[in-house]
């Protein structure tokens, strides 16, 4: 099984930036891809990018951009670097994997990202 861990939401401006950070442990060599979702209250669940064990990388028409995921193999993480953030921004963002093995999607609790206007 594989446990997710999510750091670096907060409360930013607009046109403010944000790093966040998801920790990875448990059945690690099993995850084909990461990503990061976001849902806005009311909303649906969204994908916002993801990054393949290939380092393929896909990301939503909306980030336009501004966002940048990696992974940190040394560490065990995987980032989102968000700039030029919007209030339409604002949503519980949750770190995923996809693993081989079941159970197949993990998520993590979620982290808040709020921008003001």
């Known amino acids: 099984q594989v446990q997710l861990l999510e750091s670096g939401g907060g409360l930013v401006q607009a046109g403010g930036s944000l790093r966040l950070s998801c920790a990875v442990s448990g059945n690690i060599d099993s995850i084909n891809t990461m990503g990061w979702y976001r849902q806005a209250p009311g909303m649906q669940r969204e994908l916002v990018a993801a990054?393949?064990?290939?380092?393929?990388?896909k990301y939503e028409d909306f980030v336009q951009g501004r966002f940048t995921i990696f992974r940190d193999n040394a560490k065990n993480t995987v980032n989102l670097q968000m700039n030029s953030l919007q209030p339409e921004d604002t949503a519980v963002y949750y770190c995923?994997?996809?693993?081989?093995?079941?159970?197949?999607?993990?998520w993590g609790q979620g982290t808040q990202v709020t921008v003001s206007s």
């Open positions: 995923h994997a996809r693993s081989s093995t079941w159970p197949y999607d993990n």
């Open positions: 990054v393949s064990s290939g380092g393929g990388i």
